[in-house]
């Protein structure tokens, strides 16, 4: 059995496979309609959302699946003090595989020590969300027809922007990849990804604050949220939630084959003027979202 708790327990040739079955089942839909027939996937989300929760439970329905699960804590035997092991030991009679969203770093992982069925991290903290990895994965090469060779500029709150910690691990494996690095001060990428990561790999990357510098040489422009739910006080996120605004004036200055991705929930960091732009695939990205989770759910469930 198996789970995906770090983009890393994916290797590389795993990874293109499922990949590759993702674009299948975007041309295909109807051979995957009863592939999970019989078959339940639980949500099990501590933690808000709307995408990763809905595209989960959408790819089982598509598979021919059921879904059951929860969307808030609150609602969930957490509020009386049960512990994520305990929760999951449960689930496990109930369902055949489950999508964890956690507030705390490592509680989708504690889950997988514990579980009887594959677990999928579908974000702690503000440390990894390979699932959205797999999403931007997918939409770079189904838009892009390639993974490496790009220079892809992250930008917005590099700290505890989990989603950015995920694509990083997962895009260094690919040659010629480069890194820009635009955030404030104050949301620089964590100290570990860039030692651990960025610089033991030999990976070229370079830190800037200003977005209107990067923007010219950028394959993949990768625009984040100011993660408010992360920071200690209210004063340093409202200093902090409007430092980048892509706007139509900014991305004269960026290429016309450049792609805006972006993992959504969107605040005020793009413009809603730019969502006409050819070059804006945020939107389509989410709908890629629902191939590659529905890839997934068919790949650990095989794996099994
Ligand atoms: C992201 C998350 O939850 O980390 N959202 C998502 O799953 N698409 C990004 C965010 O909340 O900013």
New binding site residues.
């Given amino acids: 059995m198996r789970h995906l708790i770090s983009p890393l327990d994916l290797s590389v040739e795993e990874l293109d496979e499922l990949l590759v079955l993702a674009n299948d089942i975007e041309k295909n839909p109807q051979k995957y309609a009863h592939a999970c027939d019989g078959l339940k996937l639980a949500t099990c989300f501590y ?1 808000a ?1 709307t ?2 929760r809905l595209s989960f439970e959408a790819a089982m329905l598509n598979l021919g699946g059921s879904v059951l699960g929860f969307s808030d804590a609150k609602s969930s035997s957490a509020a009386k003090g049960e512990s994520v092991s305990d929760t999951i030991r449960v689930i496990s009679c109930y369902a055949d595989i489950c999508a964890i ?1 956690h507030p705390k770093e490592g509680a989708a992982l504690v889950a997988s020590s514990k579980s009887g069925i594959p677990v999928i991290n ?2 702690d903290g503000g440390h990894q ?1 390979p699932t ?1 990895t797999l999403t931007d994965l997918l939409t770079i090469y189904s838009l892009k027809n390639r993974l490496g060779n790009m220079t892809i500029g992250l930008c917005g709150d590099l700290k505890f ?3 950015v910690h995920s694509l990083i691990h997962a895009l260094i494996r690919y040659p010629g990849i480069k890194f820009v690095l635009i955030s404030p001060e104050e949301l620089r990428i964590p100290d570990y990804i860039r030692e651990d990561v960025l610089k033991k790999n030999n990976v070229p990357f370079m830190e800037l604050e200003r977005l209107e510098d990067a923007l010219p040489d950028l394959d993949i422009l990768y625009m ?2 100011v ?1 408010e739910e992360r920071f200690f006080n209210e004063e340093d996120y409202v200093r902090m939630k409007d430092f980048y605004i892509l706007t139509k004036e900014k991305l004269k200055l960026a290429r016309e084959d450049m792609l805006i991705l972006h ?3 969107r605040v005020n960091e793009i413009s809603v003027e730019v969502d006409d732009d050819p070059r804006a695939v945020y939107f389509k990205q ?1 709908q890629y ?1 629902v191939y590659v989770r529905m890839a997934l759910i068919l790949t650990l469930l095989k794996w099994r």
């Fill in positions: 933690e959302s995408r990763t969203r579908a974000g969300h959205q922007g989990r989603t984040t949220r993660q993992p959504l929930p989410a979202g």
